[in-house]
């Protein structure tokens, strides 16, 4: 488990080079057609320049608690290091923020683990606090092996899908969570 500092931007070139000069993780949805998504890039990094980040920042920064469901086991040692789904959560309105991460945490996070069969980590950043931006509660990332994977296997079944969505409305306010998710590729630096 970490603490880091997240930034989501809509210019993929900025936060492109922020995160190559700041040494974070680039998580960056390279499609063209980005107008319905929350964010075109998110950079997590462990720094204490702050006043910098929500200087460039143009959708939001915030403090983020990174807990680790799967650990990545890939030794590759490229920059690229795999595709991810990430998607943007908002808590149920009935419960608090402590009361649908831990959900998250507890319930969810184990019946990902089975249904995202193809998933070669996982990675909950729950959101500790909003220094600028939309009142979010949290990023799902989901990563694959490959972009076919991403897409084609990302449910071990119809019945998988059905679960996935039922729990998620469990802690989740989906009419409030960003309905689109970035397919981001992720550049480590």
């Known amino acids: 488990m970490t603490t880091e500092i997240c930034a989501a931007f809509s ?11 700041r ?3 680039l998580y960056i949805d390279e499609r063209e057609d980005i107008s319905k998504l929350p964010f075109a890039a998110l ?7 702050l006043e910098g980040l929500l200087q460039h920042a143009d959708i939001a920064v915030f403090l983020v608690h990174r807990r680790v469901i799967k650990k990545h086991m890939s030794d590759q040692s490229v920059e690229q290091c ?21 959900y998250w945490r507890d319930n969810h996070a184990p019946l990902a683990l089975r249904i995202h069969e ?7 950043l729950s959101i500790l606090h909003c ?3 939309p009142a979010w509660d949290g990023f799902a990332m989901l990563g694959f092996a490959s972009a076919a994977d991403l897409q084609n296997n990302y449910f071990n079944s119809a ?3 059905e ?24 550049w480590c630096y």
């Open 11 to 21: 210019d993929r070139e900025l936060a492109r080079a922020i995160a190559e000069e």
């Open 23 to 25: 040494k974070g993780t």
């Open 43 to 49: 950079i997590c990094l462990d720094t204490d320049d």
């Open 82 to 102: 795999g595709f991810l789904s990430l998607h943007t959560l908002v808590s149920h309105p009935n419960l608090s923020h402590k009361q649908s991460d831990d």
């Open 118 to 124: 193809a998933m070669v980590y996982y990675h909950q």
């Open 131 to 133: 220094f600028k931006g």
């Open 159 to 161: 019945a998988g899908k």
């Open 163 to 186: 679960q996935i969505f039922k729990d998620v409305a469990k802690f989740a306010d989906t009419r409030k969570s960003p309905s689109r998710r970035l397919v981001a590729k992720t």
